[in-house]
């Protein structure tokens, strides 16, 4: 059972212009959410994260909206570069306790930025 | 410079051959954990560990071990390996549980 998803395998963004990311949730204990970005033959780097008492995080041309009700996070990147393309994975992690260590990986977007 | 350091990154064995995967970090993290990156599914975490013998299943556990003896150290141990073992693994430390650096992968191949 796929408790963090993403639904868009990929996405295509000419340069300039807005990408949007987006992952869905079901496990309402989730209380801690973030955004990975992974080049190929690398680890992934930490990007983003978000807690669930707030709706919205910016750091630069990075923003994660939170929609707890619809159990939605999405990544807005702007303006989109051709730097940024590489593979994005939402994470979430539930509260408390021995749960701070897990997290919930989505199954990835591949975001291609045109030049 | 900070960094997760996993060995080896690259690793082709056969059925049943015992093998062990190093993850170390000079960080002074609290958190280690293991996944692994198979197409379509993502990052799948296998194990996790809170401190030097504190360890936790993650989601996809079987067939894999863990020891924290150290807290820099957070082997993964395949004590009998088989082809759908056969994977993209990473390694990653971080403070808080989250926010955690990755390691840059060990390529497994099982045959």
């Known amino acids: 059972d796929q408790q963090v998803k993403q639904n868009s395998p990929s996405l295509s963004v000419q340069e300039g212009r807005i990408s949007i990311l987006n992952c869905d949730y079901t496990?309402?204990?989730?209380?801690?959410f973030l955004w990975y970005k992974k080049y190929p033959a690398e680890g992934p780097t930490f990007l983003i994260s978000?807690?669930?008492?707030?709706d919205k995080n910016e750091d630069g041309r990075f923003t994660v909206f939170l929609n707890k009700s619809a159990k939605h996070l999405s990544l807005h990147i702007v303006p989109s570069q051709p730097g940024d393309s590489a593979v994005y994975f939402c994470?979430?992690?539930?509260?408390?306790?021995?749960?701070?260590?897990?997290?919930?990986f989505g199954q990835g977007t591949i975001l291609t930025v045109h030049p | 410079e900070a960094q997760v350091t996993q060995n080896p990154r690259y690793l082709i064995t056969v059925t049943g051959k015992k093998l062990t995967v190093t993850c170390s970090q000079n960080?002074?993290?609290?958190?280690m954990s293991w996944y692994r990156q198979d197409p379509g599914l993502g990052l799948r975490q296998i194990y996790y560990?809170?401190?030097?013998?504190?360890?936790d299943k993650g989601d996809v556990p079987e067939g894999y071990k863990v020891s924290r003896k150290e807290k820099r150290n957070f082997p993964l141990i395949l004590e009998s390996p088989s082809p759908n073992q056969t994977s993209l693994y990473f390694c990653?430390?971080?403070?808080?549980?989250?926010?955690?650096?990755f390691g840059q992968g060990t390529r497994l191949t099982v045959v």
């Open positions: 994470a979430a992690r539930a509260a408390g306790g021995t749960s701070y260590g897990k997290l919930t």
């Open positions: 496990n309402s204990m989730f209380d801690y």
């Open positions: 978000i807690s669930s008492i707030k």
């Open positions: 960080m002074n993290h609290e958190y």
């Open positions: 990653a430390s971080s403070l808080s549980g989250a926010e955690a650096f």
């Open positions: 560990s809170m401190n030097v013998e504190v360890t």
